[in-house]
């Protein structure tokens, strides 16, 4: 009761006339309020809305485990951290890996395969796919978080996760997106099929990168946000939104290359509308989650 | 030609006075013409007529048959060329075509007739002109579709003839003349009345011409002045009047009557009835008429009038007695009625022309006209009738005298009134609803109008009417009146006798009919005795009002008759006179008066009264062209404007009288003085001038006749309608006497249903009491009957009543039955009882018995109870309060117990609670532990990822010193480490020299506490001291390393001499970051200290003192490395060739065996 004084009482006609995220603050401070966090809750809630970028980074670190749930813990937990970042980024420079030149991507990188221990003989060496794959994600995540220390701290568990939660299930994926491209228009589909595309389709940059350098930061981050909170099929939907939205112009393209060319550097202008309608789909198709809150 | 011979004689015989001779020729002549269809016999005989003028001949000749008609013509015309014949071939023309005959129609196509216009256009005789006058206009009504190609020659003869009476040209006479203008005046007639329209268009553009217009003035104005508009003027047009559809429909004698209509000359008009005295009438009655017309009623009448004029009009002959109507009101009422179902039933020329049997023509007129006239004049004398006034035809004479018979009783002074008065009260119980509006307009205007018009006021009044009055109009009029008049009198005959009247007017008619017809035609001739007394009348009003005052006679006589009932002409005429002729007439009217007694005035008063100059006077007050003529020549002034006919007729007249004057003197100088009077022509003209005018007298006699035929035609046809009429009318009275009978049967009947009915209502009222009696027997049986009914019931309930009265009987007995049956029971009950009672009595004594006995023996043992009792009451007593005693301990016990009890329980209670709190605290607690644990775990993954981080670290750490390492054994410092390797050896020899007893103990306890774990490296240490200079050395410096650390010494720096100071230049540096980096050792005693040796002996497997050895030692090589690496040059110049060259070698060797050892022993 007292929650449900503290809220708006108009909250509950806001979502019935088709506002949201009125009242999704206030209930997320509320939830943040919490000493003891319920990331579940926290998670449901990022998985049904779109957080307010001023918690965004605070749910990230929680969800992604670089902040534990208590609060009383929080200053010495980053304390722990940034001195770890430091003590890396020293060592880093020590052994003139890193300098100040060094672009702060990179710094991240060396970083993170310095502390996963595949920090490479020099820095001269090629980058691996994976690397690649990270400093995409670290570049998008640049944009987004403005504090290094959790930059790359989030950037790291990020990836982390995506390496080891959902090792199983990105593979997956692309099946996955067929079905759902199916379900929602088929002839797209027979098209790229007939195309032959289907298989060419750039899931890396879907599916691995997480659309990171595919759709600007700004929706990206609320892609991501579902990311976060354990749901990778958002990618799918995300994917398949941007066949929709762009079948015209992929249905007019009938080269496979074309259409890998195209779907690689997509417009930016709607990528807005097209995480919103991912949404929507992905809400449609997997249910909204239950808030328990 | 001995046919020619015989011709001649035949022709001759013709002639001859013996009357059978005469039959017998024209028989012969008649069936030679039969036979013989060619010229030559009519030519002949033409001529034959042209040469003797036989009468014979001119018998044969006009009744011609058709074969022969085209030679007569064809000679006629022939002989019309010609001068000389002209006149004698004119009267034979006129004789033919007077007689009508069956070819008649072809005369529009023969050449005679245009050749008779062209005689008529070109010539000059006045006598010829005048005749062929007279029979164009006879045979204008013959031809009159026929007329239209020859239209304009009409007219224009017309022109030249009227130009002709006022021009004189040259020695023309003026009795010629006045018969010419007769002539004229007559064609006048006949154009406008046959062709109103051309005719007037005609006269417009003719006599707009300035030559003209004197002719205009002088001659045709006067005639205008006697007709009355045309009717077809306003209806009809130019074409429409010479369309033959038009004239189709009508007889030569309808157009001429037709013709007659249109004039307002008494001589022309009187002699149609229909028409002009119909237009005396609503004249004279101009009230009435006047309302009538005024009123819408009129058309709502006429209309009307089509469906029911024909039994008024059926049924009005029969009212021979309209007796209040005046006679010159009832007489024309007949006629009209007569013709108002003609113009609406069935159309009057022919049913009139099939129905009439023609009266030959041909032989009555020149037969009769003597005895005829006779017949007229006895019985106009006799009968008194108007005949003063020729307006008033004869055939109302017998009527007028049987209306006078019955109006006789009348009140004279008020006709008028009274005649009002009735004719609006029959009018009312009239079937017909449209009747009361009239009447009761009449009501309201007539008395206004009756007051208004005074009979002397009546011509003025009149004159206006008839100038407004309109030809359509005036027909409503007559229609209307008609209707009214035909009502009037049929109301008022209805209760009279109809057989009566119906019959004296039928015979009268037919009796009269020639008489009647022959006066009509000899009027004119009778006119010279009869007209004087109208022509004065005519003259004392000229000018417009003329036809007006011709009139007025009719309705005078009216007014006369009311106060002179049944009066003779004689007495009538003054009266008349009196009543209208202002004073300065008295002469002519005391003339008329004469005249009516049969005594002529003296040729000069006449003379000076036919042309009067106190008439002028008097007329030039009104009309001031009469007084333009007036200076000009009075006698042709007047003639015109009294009418030529009438002027003519006072020629004749005069001259009659002259003729009989001279006659009584018998003196011829007197006679000629008269004539020089007529024209002063000298006397041996006068023979030829009296034959010619002999001769214009005879055709306009011919004509006149041919006129009256017409009329007579004309009434025959009328007759014939009236008969019809009566026909019907009888037939209506039939089939009102068969209603009648049928009104009579009705009634029977209805008598007789009466009866039935009474005779039925009393059967009825026999029933009605029958059953009336029959209800009331029935009632009383009903009656009867019910109180029968309830008598048995009585006698039912009674029955009833002792039936249960039986039952109950019954009942009481069955009681008494059962009563005794258990009474016998109890009784037996009873002695059974009594019997047991007997025995339980018995017994009961001896029980009694045993009870004694008992109680004897209980009384024993009592006794022997009492006697044992008294021991045991005392233990008992004590006993019993022992336990008393005991029990109250064990009572207080037991509250002791129950009450520590409940202590306990609370306690126990309190405990328990206790004991939740404390669960929940341990809860609460674990909790809170978890939490922390959590925390606390979160916190340690933080510093265990950084501690991992750290590890990284260091590992990177340690992969670039090896690799440094590495690269540095690479970089040829090999050599440079020879000259050192063996200042190397020799001060590790020492430093092992000295610090053997030093630092042996420390070393080795130290080592001690790993021995465990390195056991295996220690026992080559000691052998490989001597055995491997390098490693003994690493022992060594590890040795010193540690011993430094424990044990600052200076003996290093003493003995170290040069190498000494050089390692403490070398390490004076570091010394104080080697302690740091040393210093974290110590911090090895803690977990995390610890763990970091576990984790590097388990990754290196190497011991830990050796681990610290080596680190030491790699430290130490590390900065030695540098300061060798750095000062590599400056040892050398002075020490450089001490160092034993193969020191470098073995060195290189042992830090190879070293690996190697290592490697061994790794493996």
Not at chain 2, 287 to 303: I, K
Request: aromatic share 6%; with cysteine.
């Amino acid at each position: 009761m007292t929650e449900d004084s503290q809220r708006n009482f108009r909250s509950v006609y806001y979502e019935k006339v088709g506002f949201r995220g009125v009242e999704e603050k206030k209930s997320l401070e509320i939830l943040l309020k919490d000493d003891r966090l319920d990331i579940e809750k926290l998670c449901t809630f990022s998985q049904r809305f779109p957080l307010p970028s001023m918690y965004r980074a605070l749910v990230w670190k929680v969800l992604l485990g670089i902040l534990p749930p208590h609060h009383e813990s929080h200053t010495q937990v980053m304390m722990y951290r940034k001195g770890q970042y430091s003590d890396v980024l020293h060592a880093l420079k020590v052994i003139r890996f890193v300098s100040d030149a060094t672009p702060q991507v990179e710094v991240y990188l060396r970083m993170y395969q310095l502390e996963s221990g595949k920090l490479p003989r020099s820095p001269s060496f090629p980058l691996k796919p994976e690397d690649e794959v990270f400093l995409a994600i670290a570049k998008a995540m640049e944009e987004m978080v403005e504090d290094s220390v959790d930059c790359y701290w989030i950037t790291r568990c990020f990836v982390n996760q995506l390496n080891n939660k959902y090792r199983d299930s990105l593979p997956q994926l692309p099946k996955a997106f067929e079905q759902y491209l199916n379900l929602e228009d088929s002839r797209l589909l027979s098209h790229l099929k007939m195309c032959s595309a289907v298989s060419r389709l750039p899931y890396d940059l879907w599916f691995k990168r997480c659309f990171a350098g595919c759709l600007p930061e700004s929706s990206l981050q609320r892609v991501w946000d579902k990311v976060v909170s354990g749901s990778c099929k958002i990618l799918v939907f995300v994917a398949v939104e941007i066949l929709l939205t762009f079948k015209l112009k992929v249905m007019a393209l009938n080269n496979s290359e074309k259409i890998t060319k195209f779907l690689e550097n997509i417009p930016q202008d709607s990528s807005d509308a097209i995480v919103s309608k991912a949404i929507d789909l992905w809400h449609k198709h997997c249910g909204t989650p239950v808030h328990s809150a | 030609m001995a046919q020619q011979a015989n011709l001649g004689e035949l022709l001759s015989m013709l002639d001859s006075p013996v009357l059978s001779v005469r039959d017998d020729v024209t028989a012969i002549f008649k069936e030679n013409l039969n036979a013989d269809r060619g010229p030559m016999l009519v030519n002949t005989l033409v001529d034959y007529y042209l040469e003797t003028s036989s009468q014979q001949v001119l018998h044969i000749l006009t009744t011609l048959q058709e074969p022969h008609d085209k030679h007569l013509l064809d000679k006629m015309n022939e002989y019309v060329g010609k001068a000389t014949s002209r006149l004698s071939t004119l009267s034979l023309l006129g004789h033919a075509i007077r007689l009508q005959p069956p070819w008649k129609h072809k005369l529009s196509q023969a050449p005679l007739l245009p050749s008779l216009l062209k005689c008529l256009k070109v010539d000059t005789d006045v006598i010829v002109l005048t005749t062929g006058v007279l029979v164009l206009i006879t045979m204008l009504p013959m031809i009159p579709q026929a007329g239209k190609q020859h239209l304009h020659d009409f007219f224009d003869i017309f022109g030249r003839l009227s130009s002709w009476c006022l021009k004189k040209p040259g020695h023309v006479a003026e009795i010629y003349l006045v018969h010419l203008h007769a002539s004229v005046y007559a064609l006048f007639h006949r154009l406008y009345g046959m062709y109103p329209c051309n005719f007037v268009s005609f006269l417009r553009s003719h006599y707009s011409m300035k030559e003209n217009l004197e002719t205009f003035e002088e001659v045709v104005k006067p005639m205008m002045e006697h007709v009355r508009i045309h009717p077809e003027l306003v209806t009809g047009s130019k074409d429409h009047e010479l369309d033959p559809r038009r004239w189709k429909k009508l007889e030569t004698h309808d157009v001429v009557i037709e013709c007659a209509k249109i004039s307002l000359d008494p001589t022309e008009a009187s002699y149609e009835d229909g028409y002009s005295v119909s237009h005396q009438n609503s004249a004279r009655l101009p009230p009435r008429s006047a309302d009538v017309t005024a009123s819408p009623y009129v058309d709502t009448q006429n209309s009307f009038g089509s469906v029911t004029s024909t039994p008024h009009s059926v049924s009005r002959p029969m009212s021979s007695t309209p007796g209040q109507l005046p006679p010159p009101l009832s007489s024309p009422a007949p006629r009209l009625s007569a013709e108002a179902p003609q113009a609406t039933l069935w159309s009057p020329s022919l049913m009139c022309g099939m129905a009439t049997p023609p009266t030959s023509p041909g032989n009555v007129p020149p037969d009769c006209p003597q005895p005829c006239s006779k017949a007229f004049g006895a019985l106009a004398g006799g009968k008194g009738t108007p005949s003063g006034t020729p307006a008033t035809s004869p055939p109302p004479a017998p009527l007028c005298h049987s209306d006078d018979c019955v109006h006789v009783p009348l009140p004279p002074p008020t006709a008028a009134p009274p005649r009002k008065e009735e004719r609006t009260d029959p009018a009312r119980p009239c079937l017909h609803r449209q009747h009361h509006l009239p009447n009761d307009r009449g009501l309201e205007e007539l008395p206004g109008g009756k007051g208004a018009v005074t009979l002397s006021d009546l011509p003025g009044f009149l004159g206006g009417l008839a100038s407004e009055e309109d030809s359509i109009e005036k027909d409503n009029e007559e229609a209307a009146i008609y209707k009214e008049l035909s009502e009037i009198t049929t109301a008022d005959t209805e209760p009279l006798v109809p057989r009566g009247g119906f019959d004296s007017p039928f015979y009268q008619d037919s009796l009269l009919g020639c008489p009647r017809k022959t006066p009509s035609a000899t009027t004119s001739a009778q006119g010279a005795s009869v007209h004087p007394e109208p022509l004065n009348a005519s003259l004392d009003k000229l000018g417009p009002d003329t036809p007006k005052q011709a009139f007025t006679p009719i309705e005078l006589p009216g007014g006369g008759r009311d106060q002179s009932p049944a009066g003779s002409g004689e007495h009538q005429t003054p009266l008349e006179t009196r009543i209208l002729t202002p004073s300065p007439f008295r002469v002519p009217s005391q003339r008329g008066a004469g005249f009516g007694s049969g005594q002529p005035p003296p040729y000069d008063h006449l003379f000076e009264v036919a042309l009067p100059k106190t008439a002028h006077h008097f007329i030039s007050k009104k009309t001031k062209e009469l007084v333009k003529k007036m200076p000009g020549n009075a006698e042709e002034a007047c003639a015109p404007s009294a009418s030529p006919l009438e002027v003519l007729d006072r020629l004749i007249q005069q001259g009659a009288d002259a003729h009989g004057k001279e006659l009584s003197r018998l003196s011829l100088p007197s006679k000629s003085v008269d004539w020089t009077h007529f024209g002063g022509s000298p006397p041996s003209d006068e023979i030829r001038t009296l034959r010619n005018q002999l001769l214009l007298l005879h055709n306009q006699l011919l004509y006149e006749r041919f006129k009256r035929q017409q009329h007579a035609v004309r009434n025959r046809r009328l007759l014939r309608r009236v008969i019809r009429a009566a026909a019907l009318e009888e037939h209506n009275a039939a089939m009102k006497d068969q209603l009648k009978l049928q009104e009579k049967d009705i009634q029977i009947w209805k008598v007789s249903l009466q009866k039935e009915q009474a005779r039925y209502s009393q059967l009825q009222e026999q029933r009605d009491t029958v059953v009336a009696q029959l209800h009331s027997q029935i009632r009383q049986l009903q009656h009867d009957r019910e109180e029968f009914y309830n008598q048995s019931q009585e006698l039912q309930t009674k029955l009833e009543d002792c039936r249960n009265m039986v039952a109950e009987l019954r009942l009481e007995l069955k009681k008494a039955n059962s009563k005794v049956c258990h009474t016998e029971l109890l009784l037996s009950q009873v002695s059974q009882k009594l019997s047991n009672s007997e025995s339980v009595q018995q017994q009961m004594e001896f029980l009694n018995r045993q009870l004694l006995v008992l109680g004897e023996v209980n009384e024993l043992y009592l006794e022997q109870l009492q006697n044992k009792h008294s021991d045991t009451t005392k233990e008992v007593e004590v006993m019993k309060a022992a336990y008393r005693k005991e029990l109250e301990k064990h009572r207080s016990h037991a509250l002791q117990q129950s009450q520590r009890l409940d202590t306990s329980q609370r306690r126990v209670l309190e405990l328990e609670a206790q004991l939740a709190k404390k669960d929940h605290l341990l809860v609460e607690q674990k909790k809170y532990l978890e939490d922390v644990k959590l925390q606390a775990r979160g916190q340690l993954q933080a510093a265990e990822s950084r501690y991992e981080a750290q590890k990284r670290i260091t590992q990177v750490f340690e992969l670039e010193v090896l690799d440094l390492y590495g690269r540095l054994g690479k970089d040829g410092l090999l050599k440079k480490l020879e000259v050192e390797k063996t200042e190397a050896a020799e001060a590790a020899e020492e430093r092992l020299d000295c610090c053997n007893d030093s630092c042996s103990d420390p070393v080795r306890g130290h080592s001690d506490t790993v021995s465990g774990h390195n056991g295996e490296t220690r026992p080559p240490r000691p052998g490989s001291t001597r055995g491997s200079g390098g490693r003994g050395g690493g022992g060594s410096s590890s040795s010193s390393s540690s011993s430094q650390l424990s044990t600052p010494e200076k003996p290093p720096t003493q003995r170290a001499g040069p190498f000494s100071s050089r390692w403490e230049t070398a390490t004076g540096e570091p010394s104080t970051s080697i302690p740091t980096t040393v210093g974290s050792l110590p911090s090895s005693k803690s977990f995390l200290g610890m763990k970091a040796r576990e984790l590097f002996r388990n990754k290196s497997e190497s011991q830990c003192d050796e681990d610290g050895v080596t680190i030491s030692s790699l430290s130490e090589t590390l900065k030695t490395g540098v300061d060798m690496g750095m000062e590599a040059k400056t040892p050398l110049s002075p020490d450089g060739p001490r160092p034993a060259p193969p020191s470098p070698d073995s060195v290189g060797q042992l830090r190879i065996m070293d690996y190697n050892e290592a490697h061994q022993e790794h493996s």
